[in-house]
């Protein structure tokens, strides 16, 4: 067998570890190609969170904007969001600056961008009126045959030339292709510390996120369907976005080295204030986290039998982590079932 001759035949098992966006987009394209090409394979997604549950529980952490671009993609693969999953149309980018705000409308001013939770919402949410997004892609993953296995892995191992995936109480289990999608905040990066293969966990930087309750009246009144985007002279601040969401807005800080001064100097500018009801009260957050953000991706993402897909092998600086999910996702699945699972 020459090495680029590992190919998935039927019968083939593939171990998929996550199942957010790139674990779910991946296991909906290698299933539908695999049929396509008349093979069968199983499909397994290694995911623990509940998202059905708000907070952190059933969150993915992310600021949760579907650019125009991957909506258009979607739909050209048959994949609609409903109005179930996105909480608001984006119409316009309203930018605000030292020297002044200006907006950017999107063409046609149509509602192509999406604002969605990763999960169904912050963990004081009141009454749950939207689906989780994650929660949505796994769902139609389990329609085209996919099994989800609720729990997390605890071990990878190596045996036969082939990957195992052990969760804590069970036996490993041998794949004939592991695809990781666990994003970079998962403590499960460590388990490819001691597997023979270059890859190496991508740089990344910590960024800030907080939720506010405002209701949905309030939101269309003072935020409207602008994603309000901030590029003001404050040190150690990259950017800064509030995106408008069903009854909550989130605030996405980037920068270096972000701490509770940095994000009060922001939230004192007139700018922000500006987002926000008269005399609101910044301490009344409803959920909070600081995620960490790629800032490179893994020089060599693959290797026999292997494959890193979403923000743990290659996405975009700074923005459309979904939209760079689903990328990856589908370009290794094409590659998987078309051409095969070595180097």
């Not at 952490?61 to 909506?71: A, D, P």
């Not at 892995?153 to 990957?163: F, S």
């Not at 023979?196 to 740089?203: F, G, H, S, V």
Request: glycine share 10%; with cysteine.
């Amino acid at each position: 067998m020459t090495p680029n001759s590992i190919q998935l035949d039927d019968g083939a098992r593939v171990g998929v570890i996550g199942g957010g966006p790139a674990g779910s987009f991946f296991s909906i394209f290698v299933l539908d190609m695999a049929h396509r090409m008349g093979i069968d394979i199983q499909v397994d997604i290694y995911e623990p969170r509940d998202y059905t549950k708000p907070g952190p529980i059933g969150c993915n952490m992310c600021g949760g904007i579907i650019s125009e671009s991957l909506v258009q993609n979607l739909a050209a693969e048959g994949i609609n969001l409903p109005t179930s999953i996105v909480q608001r149309g984006i119409d316009s980018y309203m930018l605000h600056m030292d020297v002044g705000d200006v907006q950017i409308d999107t063409p046609l001013l149509e509602k192509r961008i999406g604002a969605v939770y990763r999960g169904p919402g912050p963990r004081d949410i009141k009454e749950i009126k939207w689906g989780s997004f994650d929660g949505y892609l796994l769902d139609l993953a389990i329609q085209r045959g996919a099994n989800v296995i609720h729990q997390r892995v605890d071990e990878i191992l190596w045996t036969n030339n082939r990957p195992e995936i052990k969760v804590r109480k069970g036996d490993p289990i041998a794949y004939d292709l592991a695809t990781v999608a666990i994003g970079v905040n998962a403590a499960a990066r460590k388990l490819f510390n001691n597997l023979e293969i270059e890859y190496e966990i991508p740089k990344t930087t910590k960024t800030f996120i907080q939720e506010y309750y405002l209701g949905e009246e309030k939101i269309a009144e003072i935020l409207g369907s602008s994603m309000h985007v901030f590029l003001l002279d404050i040190p150690r601040l990259e950017f800064a976005a509030i995106i408008p969401k069903g009854d909550y807005v989130s605030l996405c800080l980037l920068g270096e080295d972000i701490d509770k001064e940095l994000v009060t100097n922001f939230l004192e500018t007139p700018q922000v204030k500006s987002c926000f009801p008269m005399d609101w009260d910044f301490e009344c957050k409803s959920c909070n986290c600081s995620p960490r953000i790629n800032v490179a991706g893994s020089k060599r993402p693959f290797g026999d039998r292997i494959v890193f897909i979403g923000d743990s092998g290659i996405t975009r600086l700074y923005k459309d982590g979904i939209g760079a999910a689903y990328r990856t996702a589908k370009s290794a699945a094409t590659t998987s079932v078309l051409h095969g699972v070595s180097a």
